[in-house]
């Protein structure tokens, strides 16, 4: 029977349930029984079922009947229970029941995964004789350990994140922007993407950074990507990892624009070497980057992105698609 022995919960279990749309009720109940069971609890022991805002009444969640803790996307993204290697989604299996469970949570069953249906096992702490109750507001966020989400200020654009369905697995959520932007500024090596006069792609490795709400990098101008940029200004910048398991790639179009102003350029030169080191120090003279290595001019560049794209690999896979306005 679903959800036997749930008509009285308060237990020291929390269920985490990730559901894609066409997730089932048999799988929901099946996979949970068999977490509860690596946890050694029965469903009489669950206080709750946690998921994501917008799954509260899905027909599988609601199956279980049990009451439901429900969070934003923002938030489980933001509490981080249990971040990933390079920057992908936090489960939600694990960081809702990590959430519900409240301060002192400790994940018993780490998440277990069908087609359609993620799971995981979270035990309350333990309250001490003559503690205070549990209530029936939401436990605080767990505090995030990937620090804090960049702040829009009035002149950044305001991002739109958008889940692409078709070519994410069940149970997928959009990767937070938040968590995009930091990896695109901690990324060490870009792969630059120009167009030739003929038409032809021509693609280039290259240090830079992600500043101002825009991607940055620098050239001499008698380069093949400075001489593309001559004729068509359409680029694309691509960073993230070989590894097929895990991690976050990211693809940035736009317009590679020349920025002259010395103000400007002053600051990003600084910005190098805060990343680089001073290896890379640039000096701004006529509007422009030269070295003492390269007494030579480098013309620097800002793509200010029109559409960036994640790809966030492991379990599951997924496709964000971000633009802005």
């Not at 209530?135 to 989400?149: C, F, K, L, M």
């Not at 940055?216 to 694309?236: S, Y």
Request: charged share 20%.
């Amino acid at each position: 029977m679903l959800g036997d022995g749930l008509t009285e919960p308060g237990g020291a279990f929390v269920l985490g349930v990730g559901v894609a749309s066409a997730a089932t009720a048999e799988e929901v109940v099946g996979l949970a029984q068999r977490a509860l069971d690596a946890a050694g609890a029965r469903w009489r022991d669950v206080s709750a079922v946690a998921t994501v805002e917008g799954r509260r009444d899905h027909p599988a969640i609601a199956a279980l009947r049990l009451p439901v803790a429900t969070f934003t996307a923002g938030v489980l993204h933001e509490a981080a229970a249990v971040p990933r290697p390079t920057g992908g989604h936090p489960p939600v299996a694990e960081t809702a029941a990590l959430l519900a469970a409240g301060a002192g949570a400790v994940l018993v069953v780490p998440k277990r995964k069908s087609a359609r249906v993620t799971v995981a096992v979270a035990r309350a702490a333990a309250r001490a004789p003559g503690g205070a109750p549990p209530t029936d507001e939401p436990a605080p966020p767990v505090p995030s350990t990937r620090g804090p989400t960049p702040q829009r200020s009035a002149s950044m654009p305001e991002t739109v994140t958008e889940l692409q369905p078709d070519f994410s697995e069940p149970g997928a959520d959009a990767t937070a922007w938040g968590v995009t932007a930091k990896a695109l500024e901690a990324a060490e090596v870009y792969w630059l993407t120009s167009v030739r006069p003929d038409g032809r792609p021509h693609t280039t490795p290259l240090i830079g950074l992600w500043h101002d709400a825009a991607a940055w990098f620098c050239t001499g101008p008698e380069e093949r990507k400075a001489r593309n940029l001559d004729g068509n200004a359409h680029v694309t910048m691509t960073t993230g990892g070989n590894s097929l398991s895990e991690g976050l790639d990211l693809v940035v179009e736009g317009d590679a624009v020349r920025v002259t102003d010395e103000a400007a350029l002053a600051r990003v030169a600084d910005l190098y070497v805060a990343k680089y080191g001073e290896d890379w120090r640039f000096q701004v003279v006529d509007g422009a980057f030269v070295s003492t290595d390269n007494p030579g001019p480098a013309h620097v560049f800002r793509v200010t992105p029109t559409k960036v794209f994640g790809f966030a690999k492991g379990s599951p896979f997924s496709q964000t698609r971000y633009t802005f306005r």
